[in-house]
């Protein structure tokens, strides 16, 4: 049997395409006492 692992992926702001955002309103739902936190640091 061969078991697959998957090593952790980063990513950094320059790999995000912000003008896929562009122009429209994003909200954050759904993430419990800590909402504020996450939401912010997007």
């Known amino acids: ?3 697959q692992t998957e090593t952790a992926r980063f990513f ?3 790999d995000a395409d912000l003008s ?3 122009g ?3 909200a954050i739902i759904g993430y ?3 909402g ?3 939401a912010s640091n997007l």
Do not use: I, K, N
């Open 1 to 3: 049997m061969s078991e």
């Open 12 to 14: 950094e702001a320059s």
């Open 20 to 22: 896929l955002l562009q």
């Open 24 to 26: 429209r309103r994003v």
């Open 32 to 34: 419990g006492s800590q």
């Open 36 to 38: 504020h936190a996450h």
